[in-house]
C-alpha cells in the first residue's frame, strides 16, 4: 500500500496521495555563478578604486576565522596601509536609547553634505549572544544606508573582544584605503568595548540624556574620563532645560578630573539628533580638537602609540590562540582542570603543568 497510515488500524488518520513537486520553471536557476577569486593584487586594485564591492569581501576576509582567508587578509592589509591614515576616526558611545543610530544617521549626512565620505563601522561582542543590538545595522541608519557615499558594517560576529576589535581595527584601514575620509566606530555605552573603540579613534564622543535627574550616575568614571566630548542628546520640546542643566552639570562635574594628556579640555554640547539641531557644532567640535592636537604632534603621536599597543594585542591574542589549539595542551587541559575542581591541585601547578605541556618541545635543549 502506498499510504500504510491510511490501513485499518490508523483510525480516524487519512493521508491523500499528494502531488508531485512542480518542475524547475527555469533549469538554470539553480546554477550559481562561481565568485570570483581575487588575487591580493586584484583586491588592493579594486580597493584603492573605492570598489565598495571588493572592500566588502575583503572585510569579509579579515573577519573570517579560516586561516587562508586571514593570510590574505594580512597580506591585502600590508599593501593598504601605506595608503591608510588620512581620515579622522571618531568613536561614538552611548547606552542603548541614547540616541546613537539617530544621532549617526544625522551627522552622516551632515558629513556626506560637505564632501565627505563616510565609513561606520561598530564593536558589539555581545552581538551574537543578544541578538537585539546588532550595532551597526543597516536598518538602523535609515538615510545614510541609502548613500553611496556611506559605508556601514555591522560588529563582526561575537568572539573574545580583543579578537572583535583587532578586526575593526583592521577593517579601519581597507577603508581608509578605499578613500573614506571619516570612520565612525560606534559601541554600546556597557562593559569593556569602550576601551577597545577608545584605542583605535582620534576622538571619543560619548552620548548622554538628560531628565532621569541622576545624569552623573550610572556612567562610569572611567568613560567619561576617556570623553573628547560630551554630547547630550534630545536637547527638544520640553526637554530643552533639562539637557542644558544636564549640560552644566557635566560641565562641573569634569572640571573635577584630572586634565587630559592631550590638553585638550573636553566639551559638552546639547543637540537633538531626531531633529537634526547642534550638528555643525559638533562637528566644528571635532575640527578644533583634530587642529588642536594635529599643531601640538598629540594626534600622531596617540595614533603611533595605539599602533604600539595593537602590535601587542595582536602578539597576547596569537600565543593566546597557540597555547589553547596545541594538542598536547588539549590532551591535558580537561584532566587538569578536573583534578584543580577536586583540589587534588592547586591552579598554579595545574597552570605549570599545561604551559609546560605547550613549552616543553619549544625549549632548547
Ligand atoms: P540607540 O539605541 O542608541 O541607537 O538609539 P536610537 O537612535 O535607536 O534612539 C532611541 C530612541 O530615541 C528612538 O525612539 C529615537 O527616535 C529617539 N531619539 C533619538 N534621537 C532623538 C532626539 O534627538 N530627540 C528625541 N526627542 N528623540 C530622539
Known amino acids: 500500500m502506498e499510504h500504510p497510515e491510511n490501513d485499518e488500524h490508523y483510525k480516524g488518520l487519512k493521508v491523500n496521495k499528494g502531488v508531485s513537486a512542480v518542475p524547475n520553471v527555469n533549469p538554470y536557476l539553480k546554477k550559481r555563478l562561481p565568485r570570483k577569486e581575487y588575487t591580493p593584487s586584484e583586491f588592493v586594485e579594486g580597493i584603492l578604486q573605492g570598489n565598495i564591492t571588493i572592500l566588502s569581501q575583503a572585510v569579509t576576509l579579515v573577519e573570517s576565522s579560516k586561516q587562508e582567508h586571514l593570510q590574505l587578509a594580512q597580506e591585502i592589509i ?17 547606552v542603548p ?38 550595532l551597526g545595522d543597516k536598518t538602523r541608519m535609515e538615510e545614510l544606508s541609502r548613500e553611496k557615499n556611506a559605508f556601514i558594517r555591522p560588529s563582526p560576529a561575537a568572539g573574545s573582544l580583543g579578537g572583535v576589535a583587532r578586526k575593526t581595527r583592521e577593517t579601519i584601514i581597507l ?40 545624569e552623573l550616575q550610572g556612567i562610569k568614571r572611567g568613560i567619561m574620563e576617556m570623553a573628547d566630548g560630551i554630547i547630550i542628546n534630545k536637547a527638544d520640546g520640553d526637554n530643552l532645560e533639562k539637557a542644558r542643566l544636564a549640560a552644566s552639570q557635566f560641565r562641573n562635574a569634569l572640571h573635577l578630573f584630572p586634565p587630559a594628556e592631550s590638553g ?16 555643525r557644532e559638533i562637528w566644528d567640535m571635532i ?21 604600539k599597543y595593537w602590535m601587542y594585542e595582536s602578539i597576547n591574542e596569537a600565543l593566546r590562540n597557540a597555547f589553547y589549539n596545541h594538542p598536547a595542551v588539549v590532551a ?26 605547550f613549552l616543553g618541545e619549544k625549549r632548547p635543549g
Request: contains cysteine; glycine residues 12%; neutral net charge.
Open 175 to 214: 577603508c581608509e584605503a578605499a578613500g573614506f575620509d571619516t570612520v565612525f566606530v560606534e559601541t554600546v555605552g556597557v562593559g569593556q568595548s569602550e576601551t577597545a573603540v577608545h584605542s583605535m579613534v582620534d576622538f571619543f564622543l560619548l552620548i548622554q540624556l538628560a531628565g532621569t535627574g541622576d
Open 97 to 134: 536609547g541614547a540616541g546613537k543610530s539617530t544621532s549617526i544617521d544625522a551627522f552622516g549626512m551632515y558629513l556626506l553634505g560637505k564632501g565627505r565620505k563616510l565609513a561606520v563601522l561598530a564593536i558589539d561582542p555581545s552581538s551574537e549572544r543578544s541578538k537585539g543590538s546588532i
Open 78 to 94: 600590508e599593501k593598504c596601509l601605506p595608503h591608510a591614515g588620512n581620515s579622522v576616526r571618531i568613536g561614538i558611545t552611548g
Open 264 to 279: 585638550w579640555a573636553p566639551k559638552v554640547l546639547t543637540y537633538s539628533g531626531y531633529y537634526k539641531l547642534g550638528i
Open 332 to 357: 591535558v587541559r580537561e584532566e587538569t582542570e578536573r583534578q584543580v575542581l577536586s583540589s587534588e591541585i592547586s591552579s598554579f601547578v595545574a597552570a605549570k603543568r599545561m604551559l609546560d605541556s
Open 287 to 307: 575640527g578644533e580638537f583634530t587642529a588642536y592636537t594635529k599643531d601640538s604632534g598629540y594626534f600622531h603621536h596617540k595614533r603611533n602609540e595605539q599602533s
